[in-house]
């Protein structure tokens, strides 16, 4: 499947290889233009919305297999061999699968806030719900939708977050398919281990890249390191740009 993207360089200043920019679940390629901003004048960045997100086409499968080919689709047409990758949660898990199908394309690999592991809770189901309450209501307006959200999530953050993605009364991202795919998405399926250095990014309040995942993260990623963002939680590079970019540059300089 091929998806959209945003492409973004300066050709004058350029010297390091395409970065590529891929979201997490209910997300778009939008909600990593910080990092995309603090690059784009040292690499070309490309910015994906995952399948079923954005303004990518819609598809009834969903897993990190297909979401990685997807990936490699998109690169290979845009003429990109050899890149740098940088995911945040489901993003970071598209981003280490594909250290999977093409470990001597990814050059360098950064995962933010995600651990290679299924995780038991399901985070998502109240979100959903006002997901799906917001589409029966047939409200039109963003200011509508938040009014039926705020009884549902007490975050207000996670409703503007949710918000970018509604227009003209529908939600880009494809809800049915993401609650039915689900289960492959908190899921995952262990990569043979990728022995380039690794950066883990994670957020001092998330709970996503516990110390309790060290064992099977490093049985996978052998020279994986972990930087710890204080104060953040786990849309770490929103809360913490400057401190994100920062780790994210040292770790490429290397």
Not at 14 to 36: E, R, T, W, Y
Not at 171 to 196: E, K, S, T
Not at 240 to 252: N, Y
Request: glycine content about 6%.
């Amino acid at each position: 499947m091929k998806l959209n993207v945003r492409l973004q360089s300066e050709q004058s200043a350029i010297s390091g290889s395409p970065v590529v920019l891929i979201h997490g679940l209910f997300g778009s390629l939008d909600n990593l233009a910080v990092l995309a901003r603090g690059l784009k004048d040292n690499h070309p960045i490309v910015q994906i919305d995952v399948r079923n997100h954005g303004l990518s086409p819609h598809a009834t499968e969903m897993n990190y297999l297909l979401m990685a080919q997807d990936v490699l689709e998109t690169l290979d047409n845009l003429g990109i061999d050899q890149f740098a990758v940088i995911g945040h949660s489901m993003g970071g898990k598209i981003a280490m699968t594909l250290t999977a199908l093409v470990p001597e394309r990814v050059k360098h690999l950064v995962v933010i806030d995600m651990a290679p592991v299924a995780y038991p809770e399901r985070h998502h189901d109240t979100v959903f719900t006002a997901l799906n309450a917001v589409s029966e209501a047939g409200v039109k307006l963003r200011s509508e939708a938040a009014v039926i959200m705020h009884p549902l999530i007490e975050d207000e953050g996670v409703i503007q977050f949710l918000l970018k993605s509604f227009h003209q009364g529908e939600w880009r991202f494809n809800v049915p398919v993401l609650w039915q795919c689900y289960d492959n998405i908190i899921g995952w399926q262990p990569v043979p281990a990728w022995r380039h250095p690794t950066l883990f990014i994670r957020g001092e309040r998330s709970p996503y890249l516990a110390d309790d995942y060290r064992d099977v993260l490093l049985a996978q990623f052998p020279l994986a390191r972990a930087h710890v963002i204080a104060g953040a939680g786990h849309w770490v590079h929103a809360e913490k740009p400057d401190a994100v970019l920062r780790a994210i540059c040292r770790f490429f300089a290397l």
